[in-house]
């Protein structure tokens, strides 16, 4: 299973950026996606999920109201919308998918991992 995000970068507080995770190799539309992020010296982080066929989304309390999931059954991708980032969002963010269908809070439960692509807020 190959996983690849990508859309990190830098950004101002207040800024917006779009992740893109690109699933293939398997059967992926079986599974559901999460997002996840550690910041340096801290745990990760399970922010927000869609299950396999893209009709439950599930968010922690960090993100809700600013960051939106999205998945296209089409093409094997998955996006998060991030506005109004600060500079506490700065971390590394992951793609992780599930050999399940349905979502997990935690992170263990995720089974596949792409590399991370970089989020930095800072003016």
């Known amino acids: 299973l190959d996983i690849v995000e990508s859309g990190g970068g830098l950004v101002q507080p207040g800024g917006s950026l779009r992740l893109s995770c690109a699933a293939s190799?398997?059967?992926?539309?079986?599974?559901?996606i999460a997002w996840v992020r550690q910041a340096p010296g801290k745990e990760r982080e399970a922010l927000s999920c869609?299950?396999?066929?893209?009709?439950?989304?599930q968010y922690a309390d960090s993100t809700k109201g600013r960051f939106s999931i999205s998945r296209d059954m089409v093409n094997n991708r998955v996006y998060l919308e991030m506005i109004n980032l600060k500079p506490e969002d700065t971390a590394v963010y992951y793609c992780?998918?599930?050999?399940?269908?349905?979502?997990?809070?935690?992170?263990?439960?995720?089974?596949?991992w792409g590399q991370g692509t970089q989020v930095t807020v800072s003016s």
């Open positions: 869609i299950d396999n066929k893209g009709g439950y989304k």
């Open positions: 992780a998918v599930s050999r399940f269908t349905i979502c997990f809070s935690s992170p263990d439960e995720y089974d596949y």
């Open positions: 190799g398997t059967a992926v539309d079986y599974y559901a």
